[in-house]
């Protein structure tokens, strides 16, 4: 997930009911294009498709030949925007879909340090249901600009808080003046090795910025996490963030990894 240190990226019962309370999505839509033997899945998504190609074995002229049959399939429908996203990726990543006529156009960096991190004084509060309306006020202000944050609905709080992963201990608040200034949401990958805690978003609303709030909240949700015995920080950050990207080289986290998005647009 996004970040933005200012200025700096199953189903259960919810523990945030009143958040659920506007009418449930609907499935996303979701295509699929196969020869018999790979296949091209495409799910919609906000800003358009989400492309998925599974191929067997290491075939770059395969991997074309399903994004262009993607493509297609867009194209003829009502058309729209299609993006595929590479983990993990190297140079050499980029011939294929450049080749079928994707432009690049998104790199999130996977930054990684060692918990615990350094203390903080900072005092926060786990999230509850009343505070659903002051959070999305700040993360809408805070992310105006974010292509996949900005905009947050309360029906896409629900269904993040429905997800099996979600703690409200861990989505953690910072109040100042009477109201939220920001907030540090943290999440738990128990699926990796070792155990890794995500600072899964982080903002500052910006009518506090320049108090060196972000610095304090990252700090917080990272003792959150070592407070659950994790030993390996972790989060995800735009590669053009410059501000946040230099806050958090001074609190030692180093990249792991990049992940790389194209996009192709057709009528």
Request: glycine residues 8%.
């Amino acid at each position: 997930m996004p970040s933005n240190v200012p200025p700096a990226r199953g189903t259960r019962v919810l523990l945030c009911p009143e958040v659920a309370s506007p009418p449930m999505a609907t499935e996303p839509e979701r295509l699929e294009v196969s020869d018999g033997t790979d296949t091209v899945v495409l799910t919609s998504a906000r800003n358009g498709w989400l492309v998925e190609l599974r191929v067997e074995g290491d075939d770059d002229v395969r991997r074309q030949r399903l994004l262009e049959a993607a493509t297609q399939t867009v194209m003829l429908g009502e058309g729209g925007r299609l993006e595929l996203w590479i983990e993990d990726a190297t140079p050499a990543c980029d011939r294929v879909p450049l080749a079928a006529g994707f432009t690049h156009f998104r790199d999130l960096w996977r930054l990684e340090r060692p918990l615990p991190a350094p203390d903080t004084d900072l005092s926060t509060r786990a999230f509850s249901s009343a505070d659903a309306d002051a959070f999305l006020e700040v993360n809408n202000r805070a992310f105006h600009w974010h292509p996949d944050q900005s905009d947050l609905t309360h029906e896409e709080l629900a269904q993040k808080c429905a997800e099996p992963w979600f703690d409200p201990d861990g989505f953690r608040l910072f109040e100042l003046e009477g109201r939220l200034a920001g907030f540090c949401w943290t999440k738990v990958h128990t699926d990796e090795t070792p155990p890794a805690g995500e600072i899964y978003a982080i903002a500052v609303d910006p009518d506090f910025h320049g108090r060196g709030l972000g610095r304090e909240l990252l700090l917080d949700g990272l003792a959150w996490l070592a407070g659950q015995g994790l030993r390996h920080g972790m989060l995800y950050v735009e590669s053009d963030n410059r501000h946040a990207n230099r806050l958090y080289d001074e609190l030692g986290f180093r990249r792991s990894r990049i992940d790389r998005a194209f996009q192709r647009i057709v009528r």
